[in-house]
C-alpha cells in the first residue's frame, strides 16, 4: 500500500492505496465522492472526468499514486455555499440530461472548455470539444445549448 | 487489473536502473495506451516505471528546429504559439488527438515509443524527417519505428525529446475512426528546407511509412495533381472491421492529396 494525500475539492485529503488503484476508485470507494462516474473503463466515455491541477483528465485511466500531492475538482466541488455552479444551472434550466449518468463527466468537461476558450462559444466548437463525452441518451442538443448558457454565466 | 510495484523515479538514470532491476517492467508516460491495456488483462507488468516524475516536459523553439520533450502532453503541443508558428501541421496534428481529455493526459514519448499503427504522432516523426533522442543516443526518425508497437528503443532505454526540423511546408490530414478518432489513414506531405519532400502515412499499415513515388513526384511539382495518379498497394495493409486493405490504399491517395492542398 502507497499513502498519498491531495486536495480534492479544496479540502486535504489521505489515504492509503494499492498501486493498482486508480484515481476514480480513490475518489469514489475512498473518499465517498460518487458523484463521478464510472461509464465505459475504457477511457472512451468521459463520464468520469476530473479536474487534476486545473485540467480535465478521465480518473478511469489514471493511477491515484500518480495523482498524489494534486489538486483534484470532482463535480461535488462546483457548487459554492448550497448554490449550483452556472454550469449546473444552466443544465437544469436547458434539460441539459436526461438519465444523468454522463452529466457530471459533461459538466467537467464544459467548465474545462470554458477555462481554455472563453464564455464567448459557438455551436460548432462545443460539439468538437464534446468528442471526449458520450451521452447514451443522445441528448446533445440541450447539453450543447446548456453549455453555451453556462459559458455565458460564468 | 493486477497489482504492480511502483516506482516515481526523479533522474532519467534511476528509471532505467529501475527497469534493469524489474522481473518485468514498463515504462509508464500519460498512460492513454498501457493503463486501458492492463485494465483489460492484457498487460500484467511486474513493475510500473512512472516517468512523470521526471518533470520532462516543454517545447523548445528555435529558428530551424523545434524540440518537443518526451513528456509533453498533446494539449501543450496544439497550443504552443511558437509550435502554431514554427510547425502548423505539428500543432494541427496533436490537436486531433483522441480528444480534449486524451490530450491532457498522453504524451509524445509514450505515444512513439508504444508505436499503435494508428497512432498520429508518428506520421509527423516520419514525415517531418525528426530525429528521437533517448537516454542513451539519436535515432533518425526513419529507423525509429521498425514494427507493429516495435521501436528500435532498447527494454531499457526512455525517449527523452523529440527534434523536428522547422520545414518550408506541411499538413498533416487524417481520416479518424468515428469512435477512436484513431486514424485509420492519416498522411503528413512535407516539403522540408532542402526542397525534398516527404510523405508518411500511417494507419494503413503496420508501421507508419513512405510514398516514395508521391514524394518524386511532388519534388518535381507540389500540387494535389501531381500524384492524384499514383496508388499505393494494398496487399499488406491493415484489414479489421473499419476498412478493408483496397479502402486504405484508396485513402491513401486521397489524404495525400488534401494535405498537399492544405501544405502551409
Do not use: W
Not at chain 2, 137 to 152: C, L, M, N, W, Y
Not at chain 2, 185 to 212: I, N, W
Amino acid at each position: 500500500m502507497s499513502a498519498i494525500s491531495m486536495k480534492v475539492n479544496g479540502k486535504a485529503v489521505c489515504g492509503a492505496v494499492e498501486p493498482r488503484t486508480l484515481l476514480v476508485q480513490f475518489l469514489r470507494e475512498n473518499l465517498g465522492l460518487t458523484g463521478t462516474h464510472v461509464g465505459c473503463d475504457t477511457s472512451q466515455c468521459g463520464a468520469c472526468v476530473v479536474h487534476v491541477n486545473g485540467t480535465a483528465i478521465k480518473s478511469c485511466t489514471a493511477l491515484a499514486v500518480a495523482c498524489d500531492g494534486a489538486e483534484v475538482t470532482t463535480v461535488e466541488g462546483l457548487a459554492k455555499n448550497g448554490k449550483l455552479h452556472p454550469m449546473q444551472e444552466a443544465f437544469r434550466e436547458h434539460h441539459g440530461l436526461q438519465c444523468g449518468f454522463c452529466t457530471p463527466g459533461m459538466l467537467m468537461a464544459a467548465v474545462d472548455l470554458v477555462n481554455r476558450k472563453g464564455k464567448t462559444l459557438d455551436e460548432e466548437t462545443i460539439r468538437h470539444e464534446l468528442e471526449g463525452n458520450i451521452c447514451r441518451c443522445t441528448g446533445y442538443h440541450n447539453i450543447v445549448k446548456a453549455i453555451q448558457a453556462g459559458a455565458e454565466n460564468m | 487489473m493486477e497489482n504492480f510495484i511502483y516506482h516515481r523515479p526523479t533522474k532519467p538514470a534511476d528509471a532505467v536502473k529501475a527497469m534493469k532491476d524489474a522481473a518485468d517492467g514498463k515504462f509508464l508516460s500519460g498512460g492513454m495506451t498501457l493503463l486501458p491495456t492492463m485494465k483489460q488483462g492484457l498487460a500484467a507488468p511486474s513493475d510500473i516505471i512512472d516517468l512523470g516524475g521526471l518533470g520532462n516536459s516543454g517545447v523548445e523553439v528555435g529558428a530551424d528546429k523545434v524540440t518537443v520533450k518526451a513528456g509533453t502532453v498533446h494539449a501543450n503541443v496544439a497550443t504552443d504559439k511558437g509550435v502554431k508558428k514554427a510547425i502548423p501541421a505539428l500543432s494541427a496534428l496533436a490537436g486531433g488527438i483522441g480528444d480534449p481529455h486524451v490530450r491532457n493526459r498522453g504524451t509524445i514519448g509514450g505515444s512513439i515509443a508504444n508505436n499503435d499503427p494508428a497512432a498520429d504522432y508518428p506520421a509527423a516523426v516520419v514525415g517531418l524527417n525528426a530525429t528521437v533522442v533517448t537516454s542513451a543516443r539519436s535515432v533518425p526518425g526513419d529507423k525509429f519505428f521498425t514494427d507493429i508497437f516495435t521501436t528500435a528503443l532498447k527494454d531499457d532505454e526512455i525517449v527523452t525529446a523529440v527534434e523536428f526540423p522547422v520545414p518550408k511546408r506541411a499538413a498533416y490530414v487524417k481520416f479518424p475512426n468515428p469512435a477512436s478518432r484513431y486514424a485509420m489513414v492519416g498522411v503528413m506531405v512535407a516539403e522540408l528546407k532542402d526542397g525534398s519532400v516527404r510523405v508518411a502515412v500511417t494507419g494503413a499499415g503496420p508501421k507508419v511509412f513512405r510514398v516514395p513515388e508521391m514524394e518524386k513526384a511532388l519534388e518535381a511539382n507540389f500540387s494535389a495533381d501531381a500524384i492524384g495518379g499514383i496508388k499505393v498497394k494494398a496487399s499488406g495493409l491493415n484489414s479489421d472491421m473499419h476498412a478493408s486493405p483496397e479502402y486504405r490504399a484508396h485513402l491513401v491517395t486521397v489524404l495525400a492529396r488534401r494535405a498537399v492542398a492544405a501544405a502551409k
